[in-house]
């Protein structure tokens, strides 16, 4: 079975710009979540959506927004970039959203470099 | 906000020596988890330890988490260049109303050479 895919790998954008990355979960998994890891550091939770609901979200601007589709895959979407943007997203799902009880399947990342 | 730290920030080897990595969090947690990073890649799952457990072991993987001290262990045995990685601690928390995120850590980046 294919594991968490994300896309793009890699992408270069310039300050105000804005990005979409993608995410698809393991089959079976209704819960996506989003982490932003900074060089150096652990992730840091952004969101996580269960049955395309919102159900967490961390400190983060209101620049960044996500979304599940029906078929559980889920964008991530952050406006008007800036230089401290520039970090690993990092997608995970799992097959309940209560990480009282489970783990988290990651993907490998998507590298944003802003410019 | 990080709710764990790891110790110590690098560890350097030799292969087959044990590797010893070390976790404190600062609330009360429902499980402790262990992932591993290879280099700019996505995580992976290590083992997960519950509240009400002390120690578990996985291959050549033995984790220990003392919720008195708030703080857990993970030992790697016999320690291989193929275990070079970041090593991260995570917990689940509870808090009101959100289960569904964990809190790593800052890392352990571990070398081993060969």
């Known amino acids: 079975d294919a594991g968490v895919t994300q896309s793009p790998t890699h992408l270069i954008k310039t300050r105000g710009q804005q990005v979409t990355l993608r995410c698809s979960p393991i089959?079976?998994?209704?819960?996506v979540s989003w982490y932003q890891q900074v060089l150096g550091q652990g992730p840091q939770f952004i969101f996580q959506y269960y049955e395309k609901e919102e159900r967490g979200r961390g400190n983060f601007p209101d620049r960044f927004s996500a979304r599940q589709f029906p078929n559980y895959s889920s964008e991530l979407n952050v406006n008007a970039l800036l230089l401290g943007d520039s970090a690993l997203y990092l997608c995970?799902?799992?097959?309940?959203?209560?990480?009282?009880?489970?783990?988290?399947?990651f993907g490998e990342g998507s590298r944003l470099t802003v410019l | 906000s990080q709710q764990g730290e790891e110790d110590p920030q690098a560890l350097s080897i030799q292969e087959g020596e044990n590797a010893t990595m070390n976790c404190s969090y600062k609330t009360s947690i429902n499980n402790l988890q262990w992932y591993r990073q290879n280099s700019g890649r996505g995580l992976v799952h290590l083992i997960l330890i519950r509240s009400n457990e002390r120690e578990k072991h996985s291959g050549r993987l033995r984790v220990t988490l003392d919720t008195s001290k708030k703080s857990s262990s993970l030992l790697i045995t016999a320690s291989r260049a193929a275990d070079t990685a970041s090593y991260f601690c995570a917990t689940a928390v509870n808090y009101g109303g959100s289960q569904g995120n964990l809190i790593f850590g800052k890392g352990t980046k571990l070398s081993v050479k060969p």
């Open positions: 995970a799902s799992s097959i309940n959203p209560f990480m009282v009880t489970g783990e988290l399947f």
């Open positions: 089959s079976g998994h209704k819960s």
